[in-house]
């Protein structure tokens, strides 16, 4: 009798690692402040702070929003790439190679899953654009619970999916995906051309820190998870 594979899950993060959203990230930001009277905040500020759940992330990057502030910026916030997006303003580009690596990866049979501090109704509308909504099997967001690096968008991930944490890893770009794999007991993968350095990456746990998305296929079938 012929054993079947055990499923493994791949878990990727979303902006920076499959989607370049920092531009239009950086504009909403740049709003928020605006209508707050508060001095545009750096871009590498912002940029490091991706991935972060928003209000955290806000308060990361805007030295002067204590907390009352940080909630009003917050709202302006999602008013303001809320506009982007009608105005179709929003430019999200997929990274080269993300798309076809997906194809690859659904068509070995691995379970595909993201794990974003993007909220759901951004992440679903950014997903149909790609025409990428159906390639995921389950998606983690903002809107479900505690967000990086908290474990529970992927401790939730895998007892959705009953997969075992054995077999499943992380792809991210930031260290706070790093960390959350490490808390929840799975691998992570870095990707080195988002918006942390390699070298943090790897210092914060990665197997690996992969240079394009050919270099990640070859780095997850070595490990089991791509036929």
Partial sequence: MSVLPRPRLVLFDFDGTLVDSQHSIVQAFAAACRDHAIDDVDPTA????IGLPLAV???ASVPEAHRGRADA???????????????DTRHDPLFSGAAQALDALRASGAVLGIATGKGRRGLVNTLNKHGLF????????????????????VLSALDETGIDAADAVMIGDTVF??????????????VGWGYHPPE????????AVVD???ALLETLKQRGFHA
Avoid: C, Q
């Fill in 200 to 207: 943090e990456l790897a210092k914060a746990g990665a197997l």
């Fill in 73 to 87: 910026l917050t709202e302006s916030y999602k008013l303001a790439h809320r506009a982007l997006a009608a105005a």
């Fill in 177 to 190: 995906d790093m960390a959350m794999a490490a808390s929840a007991g799975i691998s992570a993968i870095g």
């Fill in 212 to 214: 394009g998305f050919d």
């Fill in 57 to 59: 992330a806000i308060a």
């Fill in 46 to 49: 912002i940029r490091r702070s």
């Fill in 134 to 153: 159906d390639h995921f099997t389950v998606l983690r967001t903002a809107d479900d619970g505690p967000g990086k690096p908290d474990p529970f968008m």
